[in-house]
């Protein structure tokens, strides 16, 4: 069987490696649309490679720019532009496998559209559970689809848990299993040692300097202040439905084991593998079927030590910070995301001290209530309230 792949965000860090995974099986995958941003010359590229029927920019014109470059080269590709174009490469490219890459909130709406359509998902994109867990997931019940997650560490702890406990076929959905925690690793960023006097002074090159992996500034930024593993968190809790008391953090600073499942009986079970993305993504394509992936083999005997502990909280508030608004529920989720973004890009863009990532999502999640997200439209419309208070904290501290 050929799987007809239709990647959301193709020209950045995982849409990247999903090509490289297909370009490495060639019969086994067909490409029906890539979608991307402003990067018109790399998806044009990558539309020459791979013919997509659709292919997707944010601009009408960056849309021109890249019409013209595909008619030159004499390919048929459909190009669009817009969030809703986004809907239409995964409704109309004729796939069956989405990759949900698009980082953020703007990834939301078209993963939801994949979910409801009975795709097969392959969730890199945390925002769909973060802001709108449980309307992902009914989505996901009535669309009939497979949900397989991306991020190393779900996929880790995916591949450590026993088949039933997805299929519906366990004995007690009380026991989970035999399921007692999720472990959840962590890198601990590039500040994982660094004296917290020092923090203060942390510019955006040194936050985007992972010691393991390559990732977008936004992701990267992400892991320093670990308020990805927070995000990551909430993910596991609507990927696996344990409880969140469940639900451990720990620093290995190796990220050789990628996330550990404990068992009742005493047991751990982990997987490990090289720190690339290309393994995960090779598993969710073709699962439960495993394809090579153009990974270097893990060599245990040229391995030191690998090293666990618990995260420094005072380092790392966003984690708590996490946490807290995944006990809220509700809102809070969607706020803590959305105030995270605005922060971050005010860091990475406007000078907005390192230290105040955190400051401004707390002050966001303590101005704005709780409420319900049981809908797409009120979750866009705390998304928005969300970042322009957060865009009102930033400025009065610029100020």
């Known amino acids: 069987m050929v799987r007809k792949v239709a990647i959301l965000g193709s020209t950045g860090s995982i849409g990247a490696n999903t090509l490289d995974v297909i370009r490495s099986n060639p019969d086994r995958f067909q490409v029906t649309a890539l979608t991307a941003g402003k990067q018109v010359e790399k998806l044009a590229e990558q539309c020459v490679e791979f013919a997509p029927s659709i292919a997707v920019v944010t601009s009408a014109t960056d849309a021109s720019r890249l019409e013209k470059v595909l008619q030159n080269k004499n390919l048929k590709t459909r190009v669009l532009y817009g969030p809703e174009a986004l809907v239409t490469a995964v409704l109309d490219s004729g796939c069956d496998t989405v990759m949900a890459a698009i980082v953020g909130a703007a990834g939301l709406m078209p993963t939801l559209a994949a979910a409801k359509a009975g795709k097969r998902v392959l969730l890199a994109n945390k925002e769909a559970l973060v802001m709108s867990g449980n309307l992902f997931m009914q989505a996901m019940k009535v669309g009939g689809g497979a949900l397989l997650p991306i991020d190393s560490e779900h996929n880790a702890i ?11 076929s366990s004995s007690s959905e009380t026991q989970h299993d035999g399921v007692e925690e999720l472990w959840l690793t962590a890198s601990g960023g590039p500040f ?9 002074e942390i510019t955006p090159e040194q936050a985007c300097a992972h010691p393991n992996w390559v990732m977008g500034r936004k992701i990267s930024v992400d892991s320093a202040t670990m308020m990805n593993k927070g995000l990551e968190v909430i993910e596991a809790y609507w990927l696996f439905g344990l409880p969140l008391e469940k639900i451990k953090v720990i620093i290995h600073p190796q990220s050789v084991v990628h996330s550990l499942v404990r068992y009742c009986d005493g047991s751990v079970l982990a997987q490990l593998g090289q720190p690339d993305m290309r393994t995960p993504i090779a598993y969710g394509l073709d699962w439960p079927e495993r394809i090579v992936s153009g990974v270097a083999p893990l060599n245990l005997m040229q391995l030191a ?4 502990s618990e995260p420094e909280l005072s380092r ?80 009065s501290i610029q100020q």
């Open 305 to 308: 030590n690998l090293n666990f």
């Open 316 to 395: 790392f508030p966003c984690l708590s910070l996490a946490f807290a608004a995944a006990k809220a529920g509700g809102s809070a989720p969607a706020v803590l995301n959305a105030a995270n973004e605005v922060a971050v890009a005010a860091f990475l863009e406007t000078g907005l001290p390192y230290l105040h990532i955190p400051q401004v999502v707390e002050r966001v999640l303590n101005q704005l209530p709780v409420e319900s997200a049981d809908s797409l439209d009120s979750i866009l419309d705390i998304d928005a309230q969300a970042r322009a208070v957060a865009h009102n904290c930033i400025r």
């Open 192 to 200: 994982r040692n660094t004296p917290l006097n020092q923090l203060a």
């Open 158 to 168: 995916f591949q450590c848990l026993p088949y039933q406990f997805f299929t519906g």
